[in-house]
């Protein structure tokens, strides 16, 4: 079955330092894999997915991720922080034991971003 | 555009009492989710329907029943409310399909006393 682990649950970082958030996911088969950013007091947007077109996706707001099979990865990064990057973000994964495609997500991770 | 709308966004119940969350969605989406979100716990499925007249199981269904009443609604009913279902409830669409992304609602703010 598929999961997702995402590593700290809270990370934080001063405004213009890289973000880096970390995703590994658990599959048998190549993975369909999903960064979700959740606002405060707000639902889930995308960020961006990875369907095996390319390894590097690049998502809105700035952010990507790099696809590395051979370490199991999906990895969030961002250049420079901003601000308003301070939110939750969430990875998830297909779900491939039906064929209705749930997400499986992992527990978040928190963005905090000092001035 | 609306996209995903729930309602109520606040609700505080008793325990025993019953509701339903609405959910309703105009984006044309075959399949729609009911989700639960805890601290810590990240979303876990409560029931998801595929299409039209279908509904199944999720992670963790027990103490909730729902409706798809049509392609565009999607209803969650609590029916003997548990202070344990206190939580955030969002409601979600999607394409069918592996590849296809979720788009979800604001969220329903229940607190059970």
């Known amino acids: 079955a598929q999961s997702v682990t995402q590593l700290g649950s809270h990370v934080s970082v001063s405004e213009g330092a890289l973000v880096l958030l970390r995703c590994n996911y658990s599959s048998s088969v190549p993975p369909y894999l999903f960064w979700y950013v959740q606002y405060p007091n707000q639902g889930l947007q995308l960020l961006l997915k990875?369907?095996?077109?390319?390894?590097l996706v690049k998502g809105i707001n700035g952010f990507e991720a790099e696809f590395k099979k051979s370490e199991t990865s999906f990895h969030l990064t961002k250049p420079s922080a901003h601000m308003s990057d301070a939110a939750e973000y969430f990875c998830a994964v297909s779900d491939l034991r039906g064929s209705q495609g749930n997400l499986i997500f992992g527990k978040g991770t928190k963005l905090s971003v000092k001035p | 555009n609306a996209g995903v709308t729930q309602t109520p966004k606040f609700q505080v119940l008793k325990t025993g009492q019953s509701m339903t969350l609405q959910c309703a969605q105009d984006?044309?989406?075959?399949?729609m989710y009911w989700y639960r979100q805890d601290p810590g716990m990240g979303l876990r499925l409560i029931y998801y329907s595929a299409s039209e007249g279908t509904t199944d199981k999720g992670e963790v269904p027990n103490g909730y029943n729902v409706s798809r009443l049509n392609k565009r609604e999607f209803s969650l009913r609590l029916e003997s409310a548990a202070p344990s279902q206190t939580s955030v409830y969002f409601c979600?669409?999607?394409?069918?399909?592996?590849?296809?992304?979720?788009?979800f609602g604001d969220g329903t703010r229940l607190s059970i006393l």
């Open positions: 979600a669409s999607s394409e069918v399909g592996y590849n296809q992304p979720q788009h």
């Open positions: 990875y369907t095996s077109a390319a390894t």
């Open positions: 984006m044309n989406h075959n399949s």
